[in-house]
């Protein structure tokens, strides 16, 4: 028998640690909850953009963690004053920039229930209630935006919960990669080659590589602002036949409906058409706008997808359902299986073995998942579809009325035609000789904008003009927020004028 080593410390209080006390967590997780509700509460107070520098939190943090308990207080403390400062409120109803990041009460909920179970979803036995859910919702919601049943468990596809979109391209792109390479062989793999346009998230081409395509091969396909910054069927043919006539195999298109730089949505349809002939796997990447569908009078820009192979979108941005959330649908989940499947011995068991139930591992990267689906219940279920249109729509008028005030003064233009609730627009100064100089002021207004911590805007260059955007968005915006900082930005175009 040994002995413990006199020499080691003792905590006599080491045999009363208890992690996870009933009563004490309710104990702090109503101050938390306090504290959540008067951040929320007051988030107007702090400045939009974080003014904090480089490397603030290094000096005023230990640099070892602590060897004894702190008190919770303690800890609170130091997230106010220290942790605080150096946060960009994406909440803000002041933040512009991006897109929006939004949030509500009920997927706060949901999330504090997928946290309180802890379920580890991978297979259906390990959280039978978390696939079956998961299958539920992702229904409801292409219910919601009309997918074809090709699309749903109740038809022949069905969808999965990823984390972002770029875990959705990626996933969709192996299967169609290994789907080729069936038919080809692993020594094509330099051949593939895969098409988007100039205008497409750049996780795309980070995706592309991850997946093992050639760069050299990854088609950045040229847009226009004449042509709304979508991609034309004529492009997109004439590079699939040019890869052809090169001796490379046309593999996947990803098409966007809601561009990052200006919303704009590729003709999804007339797309899917090219791809077809070719036999490209077609993905539909709306994580943005794609939201907007379940609005009838939005619902015309996914026409022409029964006609893809997949489509993704983030309900994170746009359906109040907290980071992260990434809806992909699939017309035929087999792909996802056999490009993505692993089987241990330690995970068989008889469900899975059966071929009756679904095991979600397969449909992802990792094998380890959340319990996600409960926040898009709570949502769709506290709200319902017709408060969930109301929000859509809400932020769409607002982003209307701020165009209309940029067109009121003669000094700003609209830049590219809105669609959702993006307005692009930029500052032309009367003095102003030339390209170089609108960018010159335009990047100066928007640092001095942002510099005031009191809303936050960012830019973009699309068909080579710099220019501004003004995403209306964020869950606590009103009509007011929008109005203020109309008026602080024709401030800082008033004081460049006078500079």
């Known amino acids: ?5 006199s020499n080691t410390p003792t ?8 992690p996870l006390d009933p009563e004490e967590f309710r104990r702090q997780a109503h101050q938390m909850v306090d504290f ?55 909440l803000s109803p002041n933040f512009f920039g991006f897109f929006p990041a939004t949030v509500s009460t009920a997927a706060f909920l949901g999330e504090m229930l997928c946290t309180c179970f802890n379920s580890v979803g991978f ?21 919601a935006l009309k997918l074809p049943s090709s699309f749903m468990f109740s ?6 919960i990823q984390n972002t979109t770029s875990e959705a391209v990626l996933v969709t792109l192996v299967a169609a990669r290994d789907r080729a390479l069936g038919v080809h062989g692993i020594d094509f793999l330099s051949k593939l080659a895969v098409y988007a346009s100039d205008q497409t998230h750049s996780t795309f081409s980070k995706a592309c590589r991850i997946a093992g395509i050639n760069p050299a091969n990854i088609r950045s396909l040229p847009t226009s602002v004449e042509g709304g910054f979508a991609l034309s069927p004529a492009v997109l043919r004439s590079a699939v036949e040019e890869d052809l006539a090169a001796g490379l195999i046309p593999l996947y298109l990803c098409t966007t409906v809601g561009t990052t730089s200006t919303t704009a949505v ?41 006609l893809v192979d997949s489509v993704s979108l983030s309900p994170h941005k746009w359906l109040l359902s907290y980071l992260d959330c990434c809806c992909l649908w699939v017309k035929q989940p087999g792909s996802l299986v056999r490009a993505l499947s692993t089987n241990p011995e330690y995970l068989k068991n008889k469900p899975s073995e059966s071929s009756s139930v679904v095991d979600f591992k397969d449909w992802q990267v990792g094998t380890g998942r959340r319990f996600k689906s409960l926040r898009l219940w709570l949502v769709m279920r506290s709200y319902g579809l017709a408060n969930l249109q109301s929000h859509i729509r809400s932020d769409v008028r607002m982003a209307r009325m701020f165009e209309r005030l940029v067109r009121s003064d003669p000094r700003f233009e609209v830049t590219v035609p809105r669609l959702f609730s993006l307005v692009c627009f930029r500052f032309v100064p009367k ?23 009191r809303a936050f805007m960012t830019h973009t260059v699309a068909g080579g003009k710099f220019m501004l955007r003004f995403a209306v968005g964020a869950t606590l915006t009103e009509e007011r927020h929008v109005l203020a900082a109309w008026k602080l930005i024709k401030e800082g175009a008033d004081g460049l004028e006078r500079s």
């Open 431 to 453: 003095r102003a000789r030339g390209p170089g100089q609108i960018e010159r002021a335009n990047r100066r207004l928007l640092d001095w904008v942002n510099g005031t911590g």
């Open 11 to 18: 905590d006599h209080a080491a045999g009363q640690f208890s």
């Open 266 to 306: 590729d003709p999804i349809g007339a797309l899917a058409d090219v791809a077809r002939d070719y036999g490209v796997w077609v993905h539909v990447d709306c994580a943005y706008g794609g939201s907007a569908c379940i609005c009838p009078e939005f619902r015309h820009h996914l026409n022409g997808v029964d």
């Open 123 to 143: 297979n259906w036995l390990a959280s039978p209630a978390s696939t079956e859910l998961e299958m539920v919702v992702m229904d409801w919601l292409a219910h």
């Open 1 to 5: 028998m040994g002995s413990l080593d």
């Open 36 to 90: 959540i509700a008067d951040y929320y509460r007051k988030i107007e107070t702090y400045p939009v953009l974080s003014q904090v520098q480089p490397a603030y939190l290094h000096s005023q943090l230990p640099q070892t963690p602590p060897y004894r308990p702190e008190p919770m207080d303690a800890i609170m403390k130091d997230v106010q004053s220290q942790i605080i400062p150096g946060i960009t409120h994406w």
């Open 155 to 160: 038809g022949t596809g069905g969808g999965v």
